[in-house]
T-cell receptor, first 114, second 112 residues
Framework: SQELEQSPQSLIVQEGKNLTINCTSS?????LYWYKQKYGEGLIFLMM?????EEKSHEKITAKLDEKKQQSSLHITASQPSHAGIYLC??????????????FGQGTILTVHP | ETGVTQSPTHLIKTRGQQVTLRCSSQ?????VSWYQQALGQGPQFIFQ???????GRGNFPPRFSGLQFPNYSSELNVNALELDDSALYLC???????????FGAGSRLTVL
């Protein structure tokens, strides 16, 4: 079965700093999804990456997929307190056909100090 | 459009009891997936329902069961509760053939 390892497990930054969260898969990545979760709440979809080398941006968040390395990274530029939360990567381990049956990493807890 | 709603938000049960959690999918979504998230962990896939039938199951025992109704809403039932069942249970809906999930806020179950 596919496993996802996120690093770091937790991150504390000062407002305005840039940061990167990594997600490494034990198997080939066919689809990689980034979600954000406020503590104890549901997950909010951020981005979906499906092709090697694909890069997507939304506001100050950029995600990339390195298919060869079986890895994805999430980069936040000029972090704000509103970016605080738990970031989770999820993968489709069935060649893009799992349709909602995702495997998730353990999450990265981000704290942003004003 | 309404999102995914789950009930109850919090509940406390004792070992051996049974629990039913409910989920209303986002308008237009016909597929419902359930996930269990233990404290400090990522969500784990329990099972998925499509057209009122189970459409895939994760590594969970048979005492975890579910239903989907004609209006696409769903229930998760857990029998013979164990202490390790304490977790946040997340429901997510999607369109058939889509991988982007819309999650509810979850039901937090505590088993004493």
């Amino acid at each position: 079965s596919q496993e996802l390892e996120q690093s770091p497990q937790s991150l504390i930054v000062q407002e305005g700093k840039n940061l990167t969260i990594n997600c490494t898969s034990s198997k080939t990545l066919y689809g990689l999804y980034w979600y954000k979760q406020k503590y104890g709440e549901g997950l909010i979809f951020l981005m979906m990456l499906q092709k090697g080398g694909e890069e997507k941006s939304h506001e100050k968040i950029t995600a990339k997929l390195d298919e060869k390395k079986q890895q994805s990274s999430l980069h936040i530029t000029a972090s704000q307190p509103s970016h605080a939360g738990i970031y989770l990567c999820g993968a489709d381990g069935a060649g893009g056909t799992s349709y909602g049956k995702l495997t998730f990493g353990q999450g990265t807890i981000l704290t942003v100090h004003p | 459009e309404t999102g995914v709603t789950q009930s109850p938000t919090h509940l406390i049960k004792t070992r051996g009891q049974q629990v039913t959690l409910r989920c209303s999918s986002q308008s237009g979504h016909n597929t419902v997936s359930w996930y269990q998230q233990a404290l400090g962990q990522g969500p784990q896939f329990i099972f998925q329902y499509y057209r009122e039938e189970e459409n895939g199951r994760g590594n969970f025992p048979p005492r975890f069961s579910g239903l989907q109704f004609p209006n696409y809403s769903s229930e998760l039932n857990v029998n013979a509760l164990e202490l390790d069942d304490s977790a946040l249970y997340l429901c997510a809906s999607s369109l058939t053939g889509a991988n982007v999930l819309t999650f509810g806020a979850g039901s937090r179950l505590t088993v004493l």
